[in-house]
């Protein structure tokens, strides 16, 4: 009797299955499953299982092929028909058959041959990204005694009865784990800046070191450059400065000629975590933590103080991704804290903002493809996002083959022919040691 006066009586509590006894506060407490008498619910918990659920009954819906188009009355027939009556031009008919198309994805795993049986499915798959024809795939993969290793993939099996790829490992390895990866093949070259805990790297390597033919005579390193605290990396394109590229650091920018070996050095007040280089001038656009986005003509030379600093631009929080649309009057612009906003660079306002993406504070790439009036990105969630560039609709939202972690959010890649001009058409995703494809 628990109320007893007796100092010496012992209180025997009886035990309850699936209850524990709180002798402090005289009650009874329910067992949660799985944990030592102790409330495991945390807020994150509940937050990553309620994601859960929702990400199974997404792909359940979807092996249903429960799709439906986001705006109403938009079909096949009914855009064929407004065509032929000319209440579209041809501009608008192409976009809308996309976004149609997009709704309409299934996903399908993709089959990867190697010569090599050891490389195929050994390694998950951290970056991907296509070359300008999307002929092939090149990419990165963690290794598991720490690094990265590079390949290539080869998309031309890649066709509508067998979803196949030959996937052609390479022997170049580094001990650093890769943030981002350039693709430059019209000059042959590609520009890898990998990152560690200290120092940074920044490396540029001939691009027929991913080539599958003649593997034993493949070149070195073009050259490397040890840079400490690196975030960002980008190469110019522009004739007047088509040896150059950059590397954002911590509070300054540096600009480097790699035939001359001549540097420049920006100094600015924040990170610089994005970067990406004009075409028609060389002017080099600069995303900070602190939100700041400024552009900087290559041409002068550095000065003190900010006066070298041309257009400004200001997110609300860290900017980790930008685009520079393909007219360079505009630029999509992504941050920390989950927007995406389209910016008029003539009047440097925000002219569009595209909802629905997640970042807290990964370093997250955004896909802008004009031609088909569409942008993806894949948010810290793993979800994959699909807008329409015109008015920023939502236009398909797509859940991750895997559960949602750290380090399985998705690498994709989108075009209207994969495989070259002939390929087909489609998203690729390649999540852990698994590629797929999201077919028109």
Same mark, same amino acid.
């Given at each position: ?115 090599? *049986? ?269 807008? *329409? ?21 998705? *690498? ?29």
């Amino acid at each position: 009797d628990p109320s007893s006066s007796s100092s010496t009586q012992t209180c025997v509590v009886p035990e309850l299955p699936g209850f524990y006894y709180d002798t402090e506060k005289n009650r009874y407490f329910r067992l949660l499953p799985g944990h030592n008498n102790y409330n495991p619910l945390t807020k994150d918990s509940i937050q990553h299982k309620a994601m859960e659920c929702k990400r199974l009954r997404l792909l359940e819906d979807e092996e249903k092929q429960m799709k439906k188009t986001t705006r109403t009355g938009l079909n096949s027939s009914v855009l064929l028909q407004k065509r032929q009556l000319g209440l579209l031009s041809s501009t608008s008919y192409c976009r809308l058959v996309h976004e149609l198309k997009v709704n309409c994805m299934q996903r399908r795993k993709i089959e990867i041959h190697s010569p090599d *049986s050891s490389v195929a499915g050994t390694n998950n798959f951290k970056i991907i990204v296509a070359d300008v024809a999307c002929e092939r795939i090149f990419t990165v993969n963690d290794v598991e005694h720490g690094g990265c290793k590079y390949g290539i993939i080869n998309l031309s099996g890649l066709g509508k009865e067998s979803l196949t790829v030959e996937m052609y490992d390479n022997l170049y390895f580094t001990n650093r784990k890769v943030l981002n990866l350039f693709s430059l093949t019209h000059f042959s070259k590609l520009c890898l800046m990998g990152i560690a805990e200290t120092p940074g790297c920044a490396s540029l390597l001939p691009a027929s070191l991913f080539s599958s033919t003649n593997p034993g005579d493949r070149p070195g390193m073009l050259c490397s450059f040890k840079i400490s605290t690196a975030w960002s990396c980008a190469w110019c394109l522009n004739p007047q400065a088509d040896n150059c590229f950059s590397t954002g650091l911590t509070r300054r920018v540096l600009v480097t000629n790699v035939v001359t070996g001549h540097r420049q050095t920006f100094g600015t007040s924040s990170d610089v975590l994005a970067q990406q280089f004009a075409r028609q001038t060389p002017v080099l656009y600069n995303g900070c933590r602190s939100g700041e986005i400024f552009s900087i003509d290559v041409r002068q030379r550095n000065r003190k103080g900010q006066s070298w600093k041309a257009i400004h631009l200001f997110h609300g929080s860290a900017v980790t991704s930008i685009h520079l649309m393909e007219a360079e009057h505009y630029l999509m612009a992504a941050d920390m804290a989950g927007k995406i906003k389209l910016w008029d660079l003539r009047t440097t306002k925000c002219v569009k903002q595209y909802k629905g993406h997640h970042n807290e504070y990964a370093i997250l790439p955004l896909h802008v493809n004009e031609e088909e009036g569409l942008l993806t990105a894949v948010g810290q969630d793993c979800y994959t996002r699909i807008w *329409s560039l015109q008015d920023a609709h939502l236009l398909r939202t797509i859940p991750s083959p895997h559960p949602s972690s750290k380090d399985a959010i998705p *690498s994709v890649v989108f075009s209207s022919r994969l495989g070259g001009s002939r390929g087909v058409p489609g998203l690729l995703m390649a999540v852990k040691q698994d590629l797929y494809h999201f077919s028109y």
